[in-house]
């Protein structure tokens, strides 16, 4: 028998107690955004998620809850291409490299940016910046996602 479907418009306030069983709605990262999603928790609910507001949807987020489970949101981990420097000129010629292909930065500490994994830029800026260049698989968070300054 199918399970019924949860809509979802708005992100709860609730909080968590340690009596809850949590569950989990995976979304990837360049779902956060998305005004709505139609998807399967981890623990076999269905859920439609209908956002009214503009918000992304955060890691963590409590998605819905009763007075036995709470379903939070987890942003899935994905490969990165990560670049890790203290050199201003490497991160300004990085930034304008993935800038020009029009793709999300995310920074991920001090001396760390990260996108989402492309295999024709990853050869490029490998053979550019060499070892300051990896492979990792890391979560893009829309909190760490930097963000063009408008006036």
């Not at 569950?23 to 360049?30: A, Q, R, S, T, V």
């Not at 779902?31 to 956002?51: A, C, D, M, P, Y």
């Not at 000129?89 to 990260?114: D, E, I, K, M, R």
């Amino acid at each position: 028998m199918p399970t019924p479907e949860i809509k979802v418009e708005v992100i709860c306030d609730a909080s968590l107690n340690n009596e809850k069983d949590i569950d989990y709605l995976d979304i990837e990262w360049f779902e956060v955004n998305r005004k709505t999603i139609k998807r399967q928790s981890t623990g076999g609910l269905n859920f439609f998620i209908q956002k009214r507001e503009k918000k992304p949807l955060f890691d963590g987020d409590i998605l819905w809850a009763d007075d036995n489970t709470a379903v939070l949101i987890r942003i899935k981990p994905c490969d990165c291409i990560v670049l890790t420097t203290a050199d201003l000129t490497t991160v300004g010629l990085f930034c304008s490299a993935v800038g020009n292909q029009h793709l999300p930065l995310f920074l991920a500490g001090q001396q760390t940016l990260c996108l989402a994994y492309d295999g024709r830029l990853y050869q490029a800026l490998l053979h550019q910046y060499g070892s300051a260049v990896s492979i990792e698989s890391r979560q893009l968070l829309p909190q760490d996602m930097l963000q063009p300054y408008h006036k």
